[in-house]
C-alpha cells in the first residue's frame, strides 16, 4: 500500500539525517498513521494502522526517553 510506502521513506530520510535508528521508526510510525489516513480516510485500515502505529510508539517508550535525555546511542 502507498502508506507503507511513504512511511519507508521517512523512515529512511530521517535515519539519514539524524542517524538514530529508534527515531526513524518512531516517525514511520507516526506516518504510516497519517498518510493511511490522509489515503483511506476514516475507515478500518486506518483503525489497524492506528494500532500499529500506536504499538511501534509504546515498543519504543525507552528510547523515546533516551532520545529526550540525550542518552541514545548512534
Request: net charge positive.
Amino acid at each position: 500500500p502507498w502508506s507503507v510506502l511513504i512511511a519507508g521513506l521517512v523512515y529512511f530520510i530521517v535515519k539519514k539525517l539524524f542517524r538514530y535508528v529508534s527515531l526513524g521508526s518512531i516517525s514511520l510510525a507516526l506516518a504510516l498513521f497519517i498518510s493511511g489516513f490522509i489515503i483511506y480516510g476514516s475507515g478500518p485500515t486506518s483503525y489497524y494502522l492506528l494500532i500499529a502505529s500506536a504499538l511501534i510508539i509504546v515498543l519504543h517508550r525507552k528510547n523515546i526517553q533516551r532520545l529526550i535525555s540525550g542518552k541514545e546511542n548512534l
